[in-house]
Each structure stands twice: as C-alpha cells, then as structure tokens.
C-alpha cells in the first residue's frame, strides 16, 4: 500500500502553490529586511556577509517552512467541517506565523508605547538579538514538529482511484 502524504496533495493544487509563493515572498522578505540582507533605500540591495551566512540559511529554512506550514493548514481548515481538526489547522497557522520571527523585531514599536521601561525593553531586545540563532533554531524546530505532525495527520488526502477527497473520520469521545 503506497502512502500518500497530505502535504504533497496539497501542492498538486496550483491554487496552493500560488499561495506557498505568495506566503514565501512576504514572509522571506521580511526576514530579509529585518536581518539585515535586504536594503530597499537607496537603491535595491541584497548582501550576504560571509559572518551572516548561517543566520541567512535559517532565514530561507524558515520562510519554507512557515510557507508549508501554512498551506497545507490553510487547505485541513478549507477541506474539514470538524471543530476539532480546524482547531488542530488554526495551531498550525499561528505557530508558522509566530516561528521564526524574532521578538526583537517588536523593540521599536514597544520602547514607543512603554517610554518609562525603554531601557528594559532595550536590554531585552539586545539578548533577544545576541540569541536570534538558537531562537531561530527553536522556531525551525517547531515548524518541523508542526509539518510532521500535518503529514502524519491523514486529513486532505487524494484518493488514487477516483482523485476525490477523502476525510479521515476521527473517532469523537463520549
């Protein structure tokens, strides 16, 4: 019996996969330009300093992640009726959104709101940048975890004979 994987289903659909780019383009973007690879003023600009390269490659793990991550919980929430399983898809979308975007990227908008803390808010963002890579390894982890976890959930199958979807019935408790 051949296994299908709902992730790859979801990509058979080229509905998804625009929306996988779409996803890839604003979310790689961002991480490029808050880390520092991606200038826009003057002139366009896209540098990689060598000392940079690992923070980079995390940079594109994660934008791909999150753009799978996304996706295929984007298709369980369209493709199921079940509160259970959108609820299962909802935790999928909310941790791609917040994996991998680092907290320090909030210090400027959060030292504007709380004047009278800036300088805990400073020291604070400045320990969240000196651990981006371990924090961002974490967010990498997570994606990883919620990907598997997509995959091995059943659910937005293509059943190989008819090319239907089908629906894993999940047993409901008493």
Known sequence: MKVVSPIVDTFKDEKYD?????????????????DSFLFLSPYFTF????????????DVILTVLTAVVLTVSVR???LQRSRRVSRA?????????????????????????????????????????????????????ILLI?????????????????GSITRKQTAQPN
Do not use: D, W
Not at 47 to 58: A, G, K
Not at 108 to 134: C, D, S
């Open 76 to 78: 369980q929430l369209l």
């Open 18 to 34: 625009l929306l996988a780019v779409i996803i890839m383009a604003a979310y790689g973007s961002m991480l490029l330009f808050f």
């Open 89 to 141: 898809g909802m935790l999928g979308i909310v941790a791609a959104l917040l994996a991998g975007a680092c907290p320090c990227y909030y210090l400027i908008p959060l030292l504007a709101v709380a004047g009278t803390v800036g300088g805990v808010l400073g020291a604070v963002g400045i320990a969240l940048n000196t651990f981006q890579i371990p924090i961002k390894l974490a967010a990498t982890l």
């Open 47 to 58: 540098y990689i300093p060598l000392s940079e390269t690992s923070n980079f490659v995390l």
């Open 146 to 162: 919620a990907t598997y976890k997509l995959n091995r959930s059943g659910i937005c199958k293509l059943s190989h004979s008819s």
